[in-house]
Antibody, heavy 120, light 111 residues
Framework: QVQLQESGPGLVKPSQTLSLTCTVS??????????WSWIRQPAGKRLEWIGHIYTSGNTNYNPSLKNRLSISIDTSKNQFSLRLSSVTAADTAVYYCVSVDTALAHFGYWGQGTLVTVSS | QSALTQPASVSGSPGQSITISCTGT?????????VSWYQQHPGKAPKLMIYEVTKRPSGVSNRFSASKSGNTASLTISGLQAEDEADYYC???????????FGGGTKLTVL
């Protein structure tokens, strides 16, 4: 059973960079079975796909975030990471790392989520 | 890319059936058989309940079923149980650039 766990600061100042890491256990991130994605959810609002990455390093980003976004993968650590620059209060949300079947466009395994608040 | 439209809330009594609709456009729901549904209990991560419009992952109760007609997908929960009370989100593939769009979520109350 694949398990995912997010880690990173819970508070980020406006204009700074939000950085989160997802550690995958119970399977190899390099297996090729999944892509690895980030999804966020502002309080009381809908889910928003942020982007995803494959073991090869190929990425696909939400066009609305593309200019501020970077997703990377470290297969040696079984981890993938999110960096979102120039954050504002609108980026305050629970951030989930998720496995994604890109061919079938669904999200199977989810981390528990981590709340990131953007505030000075 | 526009988001999908769901009713804000639905309710039903134990044992009854309810249906949640999810309306998109010809660019997402109407063009692809790649609609998925997620159940989210308060403070928890979403859980995949349905994928590819009608398929259930292993371990999901067969009380959950789904369908699609045109630009609208639907999730039906039969034999409502107290544990079904949660938020439900639909999701559709929307092309290689946008990838997916989500619905706004529907709060299910079991009376």
């Amino acid at each position: 059973q694949v398990q995912l766990q997010e880690s990173g600061p819970g508070l980020v100042k406006p204009s700074q960079t939000l950085s989160l890491t997802c550690t995958v256990s119970g399977g190899s991130i390099s297996s090729g079975s999944y892509y690895w994605s980030w999804i966020r959810q502002p309080a009381g609002k809908r889910l928003e796909w942020i982007g995803h990455i494959y073991t090869s390093g190929n990425t696909n980003y939400n066009p609305s975030l593309k200019n501020r976004l970077s997703i990377s993968i470290d297969t040696s650590k079984n981890q993938f990471s999110l960096r979102l620059s120039s954050v504002t209060a609108a980026d305050t949300a629970v951030y989930y790392c998720v496995s994604v079947d890109t061919a079938l466009a669904h999200f199977g395994y989810w981390g528990q989520g981590t709340l990131v608040t953007v505030s000075s | 890319q526009s988001a999908l439209t769901q009713p804000a809330s639905v309710s039903g009594s134990p044992g009854q059936s309810i249906t949640i609709s999810c309306t998109g456009t010809g660019s997402d729901v109407g063009s692809y058989n790649l609609v998925s549904w997620y159940q989210q209990h308060p403070g928890k991560a979403p859980k995949l309940m349905i994928y590819e419009v009608t398929k259930r992952p292993s371990g999901v109760s067969n009380r959950f079923s789904a369908s699609k007609s045109g630009n609208t997908a639907s999730l039906t929960i039969s034999g409502l149980q107290a544990e079904d009370e949660a938020d439900y989100y639909c999701c559709s593939y929307a092309g290689s650039s946008t990838f997916v769009v989500f619905g706004g979520g529907t709060k299910l109350t079991v009376l």
